[in-house]
Each structure stands twice: as C-alpha cells, then as structure tokens.
C-alpha cells in the first residue's frame, strides 16, 4: 500500500497528463509543503507527518477564504473552495454536526462541566477524542453553545 506522499505524488502524475491544471497546482504546493517539513524536521515523514502538514495547508486556506469572503472577492474565494476540496480528498472525513454537538454534550455531562470557565476542560477532553475527526474551531463553537445554555 502506498504512503500519503506517494498518492500525492502519483495524482499529481495522473493530473498532469490529465492536465487538470487546478489540481496540479494545489498538488505541487501540496507536496512542496511535505518535502520542506521533511527538510526542517531532517527526516522521512510517516503518514502521520504527512497528514499534519496537509491540515496545515487546508487551515491556511480556511483563513484565506475567511478573508476573500469578508473582503467581497467573491473569484478568490470561489478558488479557494476549489483548493480546500482538492486537500480534503486527503485528509479524514470530519465529524457531522450532529455527531459532534452529540459527543459534546456526552463530555459535558460526564465532566459535569458549567459555565463558559469550564469551557478549557471541555476542549482539552475533546480536542484528545476528536483528534483528525473534527477542527478545532468547529469543537469550540459546539462547546461554547452548549455550555452557554447551562
């Protein structure tokens, strides 16, 4: 079975004789991303490493977007969405909402968490749980709301 690194670099092969150029450039800065931590760290990355790096790429393009949309740049954003979807191929599915706001709501109970100063528990709990099912801003806001009903 392949590594990460390998499918990222046989897709890029598939998109360049595809010539899916939009793939393609976020492929390369993809696997330009991994090879550069794998020269800071000095030293093979596992899928692991792997993964991490690629999260990273797909934080810095949530941000990006956040940005485009907030600023009124309707084409940029609209790129970014096409970027960020190409990275979530890679990367493991999310948590749905209702599953997440469901194990929030477990965690609470089981810590008999109160009020927006147990917020911190609450997160450090889940953020272990959920590591790679479900970002972190999307964990906080479900803890916020639900610790802000009690």
């Known amino acids: 079975m392949p590594t990460l690194f390998e499918t990222l670099q046989e ?3 598939a998109a360049m004789k595809g010539r899916d150029m939009k793939s393609l450039d976020v492929l390369r800065m993809a696997i330009s991303s991994v090879r550069n931590k794998a020269i800071e760290l000095n030293k093979e990355l596992s899928d692991a490493d792997v993964m991490a790096v690629l999260k990273a790429d797909a934080k810095k393009m949530k941000d990006a977007l956040e940005s485009f949309v907030t600023n009124a740049r309707e084409d940029l954003a609209q790129a970014a969405r096409e970027e960020i979807a190409i990275l979530e191929k890679y990367l493991p599915a999310q948590i749905t909402d209702e599953d997440l706001e ?3 709501k477990v965690k609470i109970a089981e ?14 709990a889940l953020s272990k749980e ?4 479900a970002d972190g801003s999307r964990i906080k806001a ?7 009903d009690k």
Request: no cysteine; hydrophobic share 40%.
């Open 111 to 124: 810590l008999g968490a109160q009020g927006k100063e147990a917020a911190g528990k609450v997160m450090g």
């Open 102 to 104: 469901g194990r929030v």
């Open 130 to 133: 959920l590591q790679g099912l």
């Open 11 to 13: 897709d890029m092969k």
């Open 142 to 148: 479900f803890v916020d709301k639900n610790l802000g």
